[in-house]
């Protein structure tokens, strides 16, 4: 009569650790494929924002030097046109205006003059 408890429980002790193994192995395995956003932000999101406001600051930056630049060669042409003004309606006559250099020179010295 002892033989037949002892070979139950040979037969069932490896069903009992199957299920066993079995009613562990969801609380294993994890789903990855989600993606958990708190407060609405996570890294990418961040990251992205920080990347799109760098990129927008370079541009920002080279916008600013084009403009300068511009606004230089602006100022600079419209002095030369006030100062080819002033040059041709001076009283002094040996003034003239030197057109490649976008300044009033004397005809005798060759040296600027204020007209």
């Known amino acids: 009569m002892k033989i037949l408890p002892t ?3 040979s037969a069932f002790l490896p069903l009992t650790l ?13 789903k990855t494929d989600r993606l958990i956003i708190e407060n609405g932000d996570n890294a990418l999101s961040s990251e992205q924002a920080r990347q799109d406001k760098e990129q927008w600051d ?6 600013k030097k084009v403009n300068s630049r511009v606004e230089k060669q602006f100022d600079k042409s419209d002095r030369a046109f006030d100062t080819r003004d002033a040059c041709e309606q001076s009283y002094n006559v040996n003034a003239y205006w030197e057109a490649n250099t976008l300044r009033c020179l004397d005809r005798r010295t060759g040296r600027p003059v204020a007209p």
């Open 7 to 9: 070979r139950l429980a």
């Open 18 to 30: 199957l299920a066993a193994a079995l009613a562990m192995q969801p609380a294993a395995m994890a």
């Open 58 to 63: 370079d541009t920002r930056m080279l916008r």
